[in-house]
Structures are given as structure tokens and as C-alpha cells.
């Protein structure tokens, strides 16, 4: 399911998959990668569910615009220059 987990005023898109029956169980947080939470994602989730995780992919990238992926120059100038926080 799609979640949003609020940062100071940022809302950080996140998807989460809960292994059945439901219960206390272990916990992973999947980060993505530059390009952000696509299905891919949210696979490794749901298979990490199904393995009895509960899994939250969360899309640490969501702070502004994605580069373009095609250009991986540009991608790696888009890291260097997120801010820490």
C-alpha cells in the first residue's frame, strides 16, 4: 500500500507490504535508488513480505525533480548537490 511519511514540511512517498497473517514481525526499509520508487521496488517488497517482513520502501529521492536517468552525469551532479538534511 502507498504511504506518506511527513519530513519537517516534505511529504516522502513510501510503499509498504505487511507479510499475512498479520502480527508482530521483523521490519526492512528498502531505499531505492535515484530514479525512485518504480515497480521494481515494490516487488523487492512484496516478496520480502512474503519471506515474513514487513517491508517500507521508502523513496529518499522524492525532494524534487528526478534527473534524467539516461544521463548518468547528470545523475551523479543531481547526488552531489542534495542538501544532508
Given at each position: 500500500?502507498?504511504?506518506?511519511?511527513?519530513?519537517?514540511?516534505?511529504?516522502?512517498?513510501?510503499?509498504?507490504?505487511?507479510?499475512?497473517?498479520?502480527?508482530?514481525?521483523?521490519?526492512?526499509?528498502?531505499?531505492?535508488?535515484?530514479?525512485?520508487?518504480?515497480?521494481h521496488y515494490r516487488d523487492v517488497a512484496r516478496r520480502l513480505a512474503d519471506a515474513g517482513?514487513?517491508?517500507?520502501?521508502?523513496?529518499?529521492?522524492?525532494?524534487?525533480?528526478?534527473?534524467?536517468?539516461?544521463?548518468?552525469?547528470?545523475?551523479?551532479?543531481?547526488?552531489?548537490?542534495?542538501?544532508?538534511?
Amino acid at each position: 500500500m502507498r504511504v506518506e511519511l511527513p519530513s519537517g514540511s516534505d511529504r516522502i512517498d513510501g510503499w509498504l507490504e505487511l507479510p499475512q497473517p498479520g502480527g508482530t514481525h521483523p521490519g526492512v526499509v528498502v531505499i531505492p535508488d535515484v530514479r525512485g520508487l518504480y515497480d521494481h521496488y515494490r516487488d523487492v517488497a512484496r516478496r520480502l513480505a512474503d519471506a515474513g517482513f514487513a517491508a517500507l520502501a521508502v523513496n529518499l529521492y522524492a525532494r524534487g525533480e528526478s534527473p534524467d536517468t539516461s544521463d548518468m552525469q547528470q545523475v551523479f551532479r543531481f547526488m552531489r548537490e542534495l542538501p544532508d538534511r
